[in-house]
């Protein structure tokens, strides 16, 4: 599968339409066996055999995957169960049940929770993240408050529902508890953590904490060992407070992403936690100025605060910030000028420093889209910040030419939604996305476009002129190609056609998924070989001048969803064997779809929205999502003769069949 692969880990963790909840626990955990023969004669407790074969009953394991679990073997040696080793000849306790979806190779496990867990007296590291409760009914297992020497505690996942049980605060030991991702469950009364003492992690993103006091940070600085806290959409109340005293020196990462607390940025309880690594405070609706403390947060590496709704402000200077790696402000500030801002966010090498003094930083993800900016892009931005690999300045008013990208670390650089001018400059050949579109962009393409990694290449909605440079062949992954809406000329790209394409198709690569050549001044005939582009999913070619027939291959795109040749000077007849565009046939969702929209969802910055927009006239059109449900031909427009070929009704999921202005019969 195509995927970009330098920002991608960084479109994982920052998307901002989209929130992704991992099942997994960040902390990687191998498994250690003990180092003892199957066939020393020294089994596992019976008791405790028992235990976990009577949990395993309760388990609907389709996949197998507990098949080590059988009761002539010695339980210590079962898959993702680990003894104690500390006693000769004697039988091992067991200490670790380990059911994750890693330490099962990818299975989940349906089924409910059958108490005689309780019977592992010495467990001390449970993880039941595999598990997957096929009711959202089962209530939680109170029974986990009787085992006491847990010190790990994972289920993720496992879609419990009602209240999390308060006996949980009878785990003093644990240090590390997961409750993340349990859709259905609440807690009124978030207390029974204070007895936690010594807790390092704490994840109850999803769990109802509507009905806790406003004063949940004040439990919370009880637990002066916590170290990573994630309470991700857990409608938690807002609390514009500070603490008098905070107790939470250790406290690394910080998630309360999606809560709507609604207040100034100002008046948060953790700003002076000036250790902490991870901010995450997206969709919150904190607003107002961030606090000068912001500047002192030296051992920041992210920080997330997208989409709160354009009422924020930032003024701090960021300059010694040098561990950020990534920055996400997208959709929340009210109004800003990009230079300013640009000069005060960690920099390698400074105005006023040269570059060898300069301190370099590792600011790689930039987004400073849709924030009301305005001002010129800096040009040397992408040396400035030399570690910048994924820059978005979409959807502000920016002005100004394209910054300098060549020999940066750019590979993704969306700059749509703006005022830009000039002409397009020579690309890096480390560029994979490239987003122009929607500016005020004129004059023809560089001769050499100068990036052979390009997947998605979209300029849609400038002034541009001229010939599709041949050097675009030599992107030999494309996926996306946008060009419409502009004054381009010449005839259908014939580096569409280059033999490497048909090599990738065997790859099952998505090459030339969505091609969109749409209101521009392109002519000649439609090539035969465009039948070749089997990948193709859209074809927008209306309102430009081709001409000729339309290919009898063109039925071979079976992956076809949309094809569009309206407004052109297309005569003849419409090809038979319609019925080949299986596509269009097809029932709703195939496999092959599925794995196409994950493709594109990688591409893109977990939004399909923002680049499948489809662009007319300088308006913008979400599609998103749905852009899998549009299915439609439309050949208005043309000179086309002949009869309406019956086999256009087998093609079910057309959703749109537009053939008027031509000259048919029948
Ligand atoms: C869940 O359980 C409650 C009672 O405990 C019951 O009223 C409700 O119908 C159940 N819901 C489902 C979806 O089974
Ligand atoms: C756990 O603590 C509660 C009080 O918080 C207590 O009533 C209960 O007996 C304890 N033990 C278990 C096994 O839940
Ligand atoms: C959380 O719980 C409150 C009170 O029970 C309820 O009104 C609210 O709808 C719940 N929120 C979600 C997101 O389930
Ligand atoms: C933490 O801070 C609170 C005040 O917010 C204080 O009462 C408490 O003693 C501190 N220490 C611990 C270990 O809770
Ligand atoms: C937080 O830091 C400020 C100075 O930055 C200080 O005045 C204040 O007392 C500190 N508050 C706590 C609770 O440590
Ligand atoms: C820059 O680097 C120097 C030496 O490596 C260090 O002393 C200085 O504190 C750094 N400056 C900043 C702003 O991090
Ligand atoms: C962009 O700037 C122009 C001129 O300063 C202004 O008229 C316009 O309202 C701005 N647009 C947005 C979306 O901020
Ligand atoms: C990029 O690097 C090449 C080779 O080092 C050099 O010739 C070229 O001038 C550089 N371009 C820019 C814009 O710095
Ligand atoms: C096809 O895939 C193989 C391995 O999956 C890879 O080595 C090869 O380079 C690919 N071919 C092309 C043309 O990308
Ligand atoms: C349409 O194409 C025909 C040739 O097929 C040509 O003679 C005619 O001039 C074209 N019309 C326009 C408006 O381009
Ligand atoms: C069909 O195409 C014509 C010409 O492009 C257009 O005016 C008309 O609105 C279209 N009809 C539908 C139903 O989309």
Aim: proline share 5%; net charge negative.
């Amino acid at each position: 599968m195509v995927s970009s692969a330098a920002c991608f880990f960084f479109f994982f963790f920052f998307s901002r339409l989209i929130t992704i909840y991992f099942c997994f626990s960040p902390i990687a955990h191998a498994r250690h066996p003990v180092t003892r023969a199957p066939d020393a004669g020294d089994g596992c407790v019976c008791k405790e055999r028992d235990a976990l074969l009577d949990f395993m009953r309760g388990i609907n394991d389709a996949d197998n995957a507990l098949a080590s679990w059988q009761w002539e073997k010695d339980c210590c040696w079962w898959i993702g169960v680990t003894c104690s080793s500390n006693r000769i000849r004697m039988a091992g306790n067991v200490i670790r049940l380990e059911l994750s979806e890693a330490s099962l190779g990818g299975q989940v496990l349906q089924g409910r929770m059958s108490p005689s867990l309780s019977s592992l007296e010495h467990l001390e590291y449970l993880d039941l993240s595999a598990l997957v409760l096929p009711s959202i009914n089962s209530s939680s297992p109170k029974f986990l408050g009787s085992m006491t020497k847990l010190r790990y505690l994972d289920l993720s996942g496992c879609l419990f529902s009602g209240r999390v049980p308060p006996e949980l605060g009878n785990l003093t030991r644990l240090k590390h508890l997961d409750l993340g991702n349990m859709q259905h469950m609440y807690s009124a009364d978030i207390s029974w953590i204070t007895h936690l003492r010594s807790l390092e992690y704490l994840d109850m993103s999803l769990v109802n904490l509507s009905m806790v006091a406003p004063g949940w940070p004040h439990v919370l600085n009880t637990i002066p060992s916590l170290e990573v806290l994630n309470l991700v959409k857990c409608t938690l109340p807002s609390t514009p407070q500070a603490l008098a005293q905070l107790n939470l020196t250790k406290l690394v990462q910080l998630d309360l992403s999606s809560n709507r607390l609604g207040h100034p940025i100002q008046s948060c309880w953790f700003w002076n936690l000036t250790s902490i690594e991870s901010l995450k405070l997206s969709e919150t609706f904190l607003h107002g100025p961030f606090p000068t403390a912001l500047g002192s947060f030296t051992a920041l590496q992210w920080l997330g605060f997208s989409d709160n709704g354009n009422a924020a402000t930032l003024l701090v200077d960021m300059r010694s910030l040098c561990s950020m790696k990534s920055l996400g402000l997208g959709g929340s500030l009210s109004h800003g000028n990009i230079e300013d801002l640009v000069d005060r966010l960690p920099h390698g090498i400074t105005r006023d420093k040269p570059a060898q003094e300069g301190n370099f930083t590792s600011l790689s993800y930039l987004d400073l889209s849709d924030n009301h900016l305005a001002g010129i892009i800096p040009s040397d931005i992408a040396y400035t910040i030399p570690s910048l690999c994924h820059l978005d300045l979409s959807r502000n008013n920016l002005t100004g030419p394209i910054p300098i990208i060549e020999n940066s670390s750019l590979s993704e650089l969306i700059l749509r939604s703006n005022q830009l001018t000039g002409q397009i400059p020579k690309l890096d050949r480390k560029i994979e996305v490239m987003d122009i579109s929607i500016n005020l962009l004129s004059g023809p393409l560089p001769i050499d476009i100068g990036s052979p990694n390009l997947l998605a290449l979209i300029l849609s909605s400038n002034y541009l002129i001229g010939r599709i440079p041949e050097s675009v062949c030599e992107s030999q992954s494309m996926i996306i190609v946008d060009l419409s809406n502009n004054f381009l000329e010449g005839a259908f790209p014939k580096c569409f056609q280059m033999q490497r394409w048909r090599i990738l198709e065997a790859n099952q690569s998505l090459l030339g998924s969505y091609v969109d050549l749409s209101w521009n001044k392109f002519s000649g005939t439609l090539p035969l070989w465009i039948g070749h582009m089997v990948n193709l999913h859209f074809l927008h070619l209306s309102h430009n001048m081709f001409y000729g027939h339309i290919p009898i291959k063109i039925t071979n795109l079976k992956n076809l969803h949309y094809f569009s040749l309206a407004a052109n000077n297309i005569s003849g007849a419409i090809p038979r064997c319609l019925s080949k565009l299986t596509m269009m046939i097809g029932k709703h969702s195939t496999i092959i779809e599925i794995d196409w929209f994950h493709a594109y969802f990688d591409v893109v910055d977990g939004s399909l929205g923002r680049i499948f927009s489809v662009v007319m006239k300088h308006q913008e059109q979400q599609y998103g999502d749905s852009i899998l449900d549009v299915v439609g031909i439309d050949l208005s427009l043309n000179s086309l003769t002949g009869g309406i070929p019956d086999e256009i009704t087998s093609l079910k999921r057309l959703l749109s069949l537009n053939l008027s202005w031509n000259q048919l019969s029948g």
